[in-house]
């Protein structure tokens, strides 16, 4: 029978080591097939200011993460849906019917994808993202943002990021675009909190 000093060592190596197992299998996991976002288990996230961010390309090789937990979007609401997208292809005066065969690729991964949804060559278009080849170089979002709608832009995904205390994303960026951001409300231990608009309407009480 082990005392009370061994086993308390004992219990901080196995937390210890199934710690340091978790934090391994996330980092070397590959992405989810889900592209939904899930929420993690953190007060603080980090995120991307879509204001500040010129699209360098340091959320590619700067993240802990291989391949990066930033990830481009498309916000369909923004987006102008032509047919000749500046985020999907370079050379824009390439004639519609060859834009799928013949287009040459912005995304050096072809993860920028195209879908017609109003019929013919020179209808409407739908373009998106797909998370499982985006490796977040943003070569996308910047010809999006310097000729485009700006409907494309950098996120960190929560379930892809590791949440580190030093961001080396945020380290290694410029423009000083990445931010961390409360997840939930706020208790700073001053008596100062932080609820949703409903609390002070008198129906979060």
Not at 14 to 32: D, W
Not at 95 to 112: L, M
Not at 153 to 160: E, K, M, T
Not at 189 to 195: A, E, N, T
Request: aromatic share 8%; with cysteine; net charge neutral.
């Amino acid at each position: 029978m082990i005392d009370r000093k061994e086993f308390f060592r004992r219990s901080g190596h196995a937390l210890g080591l199934a710690v340091l197992g978790t934090s391994a299998a996330r980092i070397l996991s590959k992405p989810s097939d889900d592209a939904e976002f899930i929420a993690q288990g953190r007060r603080f996230a980090w995120q991307i200011d879509p204001e500040k961010c010129t699209s360098c390309g340091l959320c590619k090789t700067s993240c802990v993460r291989k391949p990066s937990a930033v990830k481009a979007i498309n916000d369909p609401k923004k987006c102008s849906n032509c047919v000749v997208c500046y985020g999907h292809i370079t050379n824009s005066k390439i004639d519609s019917d060859k834009i799928d065969s013949e287009g040459e690729r912005v995304c050096p991964v072809d993860a920028v994808e195209r879908k017609n949804f109003s019929g013919g060559i020179d209808g409407l278009f739908l373009y998106s993202n797909n998370p499982k080849l985006c490796v977040g170089c943003g070569k996308c979002t910047k010809r999006c943002n310097e000729h485009g709608s700006k409907s494309m832009f950098l996120v960190i995904r929560p379930d892809l990021c590791l949440g580190c205390n030093e961001c080396t994303i945020a380290t290694a960026c410029p423009e000083g675009a990445i931010e961390r951001i409360p997840r939930e409300p706020v208790d700073d231990y001053r008596g100062d909190y932080l609820f949703d608009s409903t609390y002070y309407m008198g129906e979060g009480v």
